[in-house]
């Protein structure tokens, strides 16, 4: 009666075959009856890498695993649950005395080397053996049941053959372990022996999607990248070590960057049988080295772009790299510059400050410091404030990285500004005298208070006027003629004036006094002189040159039709005239009334500041500050 037992679990072949054994028509029985020590046994036999057989009962019934499959030939499956002496008649002789030694003694027994005929698909074949037997006892201790064997074949042919299967296998532990996709195409098929199981966590699809037809993996390369890659496999074919690099595009749309190396693995006439190769995943390294290009990059730009001068330095201070601009500002080159060779371009009065500065930065703290540099192009010094801070890495200081940035043009700003602020203070002064000396001058001679506030108002809107145009830009000059017109303009028309000279620049107090003059004798001529009558009016002024140098010389000459009468008082004007101008400008100041007019002269120095701070063209600047 066929077994129908569910004893010995198990999925290899030998367990489905013990399973489905009749063993009831056997001296056995049922395996389901069989003591707890031969299953332990035949548990450990089933799951053995290495041929082991079973000899249990008076009989020596045969039980074996997977492994003896192979050694007994074409006597499996029919050896199963027959007697050792029906399935090896043919070395019984040797066999069966050593099996019945152990079985009768109860003791291990090992024979080395043993030399054994034995028929292999149907032929008689000689091997050796190393055979290793145990006695199997009931209830672990008692009286011999049976036995178990362990085969070691030592013929050449199986040695070789195991130390393949070995080798082959701890190439597999090794392949299934890698993170590398590891493969292995055969030549004469093209088709693929090997493909590590990294290949699905990589690739996205089960390896069996290209073990079963190679031409598969050629659907996920990069369209860009596919007549390149493809190309690489025939010179492997020809004895070549290639190396590309791809990218693949995976189910989900996600794209990887692969380096494969594939090599050839020659056979015994030395040609390639087998394409060994590895793909490494290096798609996380080339976004980390694009995430450093793109950042470098955008470092490099912002350098690039910034004025300033950017540099880098050792620990000690010496120069180890500098930005485009220092090149084109100072015509070092960054191999100029290194060590201590940046100091060329410091102005020579400033090279110790730089030393001093760079120490007190090496004992602790930021590096600050003024000093000058040459610049290539015209030879000039510049200042340059320079600010640098140290790069720490585990407490110690790896590098400085450092910006000088051009402050000539501010220092220049702030001193003007200094001299602004002080013009306009020395400027609200003289002014607030002015008006003083206005204020006191016009109180006299005014018969009533209509006539001293329009005389007031007058003198100070031509005060006034003169700020306008000194104010329109800082520091600037007040072109005479424009000064002498203005005042002109709202009192006299125009065929009734001549005037002549050549371009003069007034300071502004040298603008602010003759304005205030000009102002005067133009109102007194409206009121006693040409202005007031049909007469007419020159104007001429020039330039001599005196021991004391450049003088300005105005002349005010007036034509009447009628003869004037003699001025009856000193006014405002003659103060202003003969007093204020040899006290303010250093000069000299007449005024004369002839019988057909007024004749005024004024002179004074043409200098720049003479009587208030001035900022002029003649600012120094650069390294002669």
Not at 456 to 473: H, P, W
Request: hydrophobic share 35%.
């Amino acid at each position: 009666m066929k077994g129908t037992s569910a004893w010995p679990p198990g999925t290899s072949a030998m367990a489905r075959h013990i399973r489905d054994f009749d063993w009831d028509s056997t001296p056995l029985g049922s395996s389901a009856n069989w003591g707890a020590e031969v299953r332990s046994v035949l548990m450990m036999v089933l799951g053995a890498p290495m041929p082991m057989n079973m000899y249990l009962g008076p009989d020596l019934l045969l039980l074996y695993n997977d492994p003896s499959c192979e050694l007994f030939g074409d006597k499996h499956p029919g050896a199963l649950g027959r007697p050792a002496r029906e399935v090896f008649p043919e070395v019984w002789d040797t066999l069966g005395a050593r099996l019945e030694r152990v079985l009768s003694e109860g003791r291990p027994l090992t024979l080395e080397d043993q030399p054994v005929a034995l028929d292999r698909d149907g032929e008689r074949a000689k091997t050796v053996f190393n055979l290793h037997s145990t006695p199997i006892l009931r209830n672990g201790e008692g009286e011999p049941i049976g036995v178990v064997t362990v085969y070691e074949e030592m013929t050449e042919q199986a040695v070789t053959q195991r130390a393949l299967r070995k080798s082959e296998e701890r190439f597999r532990q090794f392949g299934n372990a890698s993170t590398d996709v590891i493969w292995l195409i055969d030549v004469a098929s093209g088709q693929l022996d090997y493909i590590s199981p990294a290949f699905e966590d990589i690739w996205g699809v089960p390896c069996e999607t290209v073990l079963a037809d190679r031409s598969n993996w050629a659907d996920f390369l990069h369209p860009a990248d596919r007549e390149r890659v493809m190309g690489a496999m025939p010179r492997c074919t020809r004895g070549e070590k290639v190396t590309t690099d791809y990218r693949i595009v995976r189910p989900d749309g996600e794209v990887r960057h692969i380096r494969d190396t594939g090599f050839p693995i020659p056979g015994p006439d030395g040609s390639p049988v087998r394409i060994g190769g590895i793909a490494r995943d290096l798609t996380d390294r080339t976004r980390q080295r694009k995430a450093i290009e793109d950042s470098e990059r955008r470092f490099r730009t912002l350098v690039e772009g910034i004025p300033q001068l950017v540099w880098s330095a050792t620990p000690d201070g010496k120069c180890k790299w500098v930005s485009p601009q220092w090149t084109a500002y100072t015509g070092l080159s960054v191999e100029d510059s290194r060590g201590h060779g940046w100091l060329a371009a410091v102005h020579p009065e400033d090279r110790e400050e730089a030393r001093r500065d760079w120490h007190h930065a090496e004992t602790g703290g930021d590096l600050r410091g003024e000093w000058r540099f040459r610049r290539a192009r015209d030879g000039t010094y510049r200042w340059f404030q320079t600010r640098a801070t140290p790069v720490i890495e585990k407490g110690e200081v790896v590098e400085w990285l450092g910006t000088s940035t051009d402050v000539e043009d501010m220092i220049d700003l702030q001193e003007r500004q200094k001299l602004l602020l002080a013009e306009l203070q020395h400027r609200v002064r003289n002014l607030l005298a002015m008006v003083r000396s206005i204020i006191r001058q016009s109180a006299e001679g005014y018969d009533d208070v209509e006539d001293y506030v329009a005389h007031l108002t007058g003198r100070i809107d031509a005060m006034a006027r003169t700020q306008v145009m000194l104010t329109r830009k800082a520091g600037a000059a007040v072109d005479l003629e424009s000064l002498i017109r203005e005042e002109l303009a709202r009192v006299a028309e125009e065929d009734r004036l001549a005037m002549a000279g050549p371009s003069v620049d007034l300071s502004a107090k040298a603008a602010e006094v003759l304005t205030l003059a000009i102002h005067e004798l133009a109102t007194n001529s409206i009121k006693y002189g040409a202005l007031g009558c049909d007469g007419r009016l020159a104007i001429r002024w020039f330039v001599t040159r005196r021991e004391t140098g450049e003088w300005l010389e105005v002349m005010w000459k007036e034509n009447c039709p009628e003869p004037l009468g003699e001025a009856s008082r000193r006014g405002f004007g003659t103060e202003l005239i003969e007093g204020r101008v040899p006290y303010e400008l250093k000069g000299e100041g007449t005024m004369r009334v002839r019988p057909d007019g007024l004749l005024a002269e004024i002179a004074f120095p043409l200098e720049a500041g003479a009587s208030i701070l001035e900022v002029g063209p003649g600012h120094d600047q650069g390294a002669g500050r």
